[in-house]
């Protein structure tokens, strides 16, 4: 790793520290739906926003990075319609998540995320010889059409990774 690399990575903050923040995130988010339901929206998308920056960052910021949280997102909101159609009414639904949440619930999360790190096999799977010329179309597409604005929306409020700000 250069020393430039060195010394523009952040120290990874210890587990405690980041479920704290989060537990924040979601009280402050809580607040403003109760007291400011306009502002929600917002406030859940900038909420999002960091979460996406943070995959971004962490699966390399390309296609691969964009693919995993839209499978994942996929998948998650999938699960939980699938969840809300089969409880027999919505204090029940609320009931069984909240009894849930520790157990089947972060456990199907799991599953998920691991899913949404194949999302270049199902890709491939929908027809294979043509499947692969396709995913490579996708990259180039991505690459060339995609990722700036992507990067752009996503760091608006702070300075663009070293690749973005490079692009001439």
């Not at 199907?108 to 929908?126: C, D, G, K, R």
Request: charged share 25%; aromatic share 14%; with cysteine.
């Amino acid at each position: 790793m250069s020393d430039a690399k060195k010394k523009n990575k952040k120290k990874k903050d210890s587990f405690a520290v980041r479920m704290k923040r989060r537990g924040r995130e979601f009280m402050s988010l809580g607040r403003i739906l109760v007291n400011e339901p306009k502002r929600f929206p917002r406030a859940l998308l900038n909420v999002l926003r960091r979460s996406f920056r943070t995959v971004w960052d962490a699966r390399g910021g390309g296609l691969y990075a964009c693919g995993y949280v839209l499978t994942f997102l996929w998948l998650e909101i999938k699960m939980l319609v699938e969840d809300i159609l089969s409880a027999e009414s919505i204090s029940g639904f609320f009931g069984e998540q909240v009894f849930e949440m520790f157990f089947r619930f972060l456990g199907e999360s799991l599953q998920n995320m691991i899913t949404a790190f194949m999302w270049p096999v199902f890709v491939i799977q929908i027809s294979p010889p043509w499947s692969v010329g396709i995913l490579v179309g996708m990259f180039v597409a991505f690459a060339r059409w995609v990722k700036e604005p992507l990067e752009a929306w996503l760091f608006h409020d702070e300075e663009l990774p070293s690749s973005a700000s490079t692009n001439e």
